[in-house]
């Protein structure tokens, strides 16, 4: 699916989960456990996935070492990687490619997905209330692949063309 095999890993493990995790009866304290432990696994799904689909776009465009170098440390420092903050890092890569992400992103609310995960993972990880079921996090999950590979197959691909 992904052009990066570790995203792959990643991506079927959760989706294993996601399955254990529909298994259990929907009023089960454990699926309610297991989905927010499933939520910040993907949170950090998205970290990784856009490190990966922007270092390989650096990757395929640098030939300089140092350049590559800066770049992929500074993909590294990505946290909370939600919507506008992709967008944002897609205009820095070439301006052109913010509009069409940004329409992307609001298609079938992609954006809203990628941050409503982000959004939980924080509610999570502070201890506060969060509403999420698997239901709504595999949908969330399989939005904010078609974003992914959106990055990875017209970003990357039209940098490759141009």
Sequence with gaps: MFNNSELNIQLNRINQLIVKA????PDDE??????KY????????IENSVYHA???????????????????SQLYKIQNANSEKIRGL???????????LR?????????AAINYILKDRHNIAHGRDSDITIVKLENYLNKTVEVIKYI???????????
């Design 22 to 25: 529909k298994e259990l009866e």
């Design 30 to 35: 454990l699926r309610s456990h297991l989905t």
């Design 38 to 45: 499933i939520c910040v696994l993907c949170s950090g799904f």
């Design 54 to 72: 922007f270092s390989d776009i650096a990757e395929n465009n640098c030939e300089q070492s140092v350049v590559l170098t800066y770049a992929k």
């Design 90 to 100: 897609a205009k820095s890569f070439n301006p052109d490619w913010h509009d069409p």
């Design 103 to 111: 329409d992307y992103l609001q298609e079938e609310n992609r954006g």
């Design 152 to 162: 990875e197959d017209e970003l990357n691909q039209e940098n490759a063309s141009a």
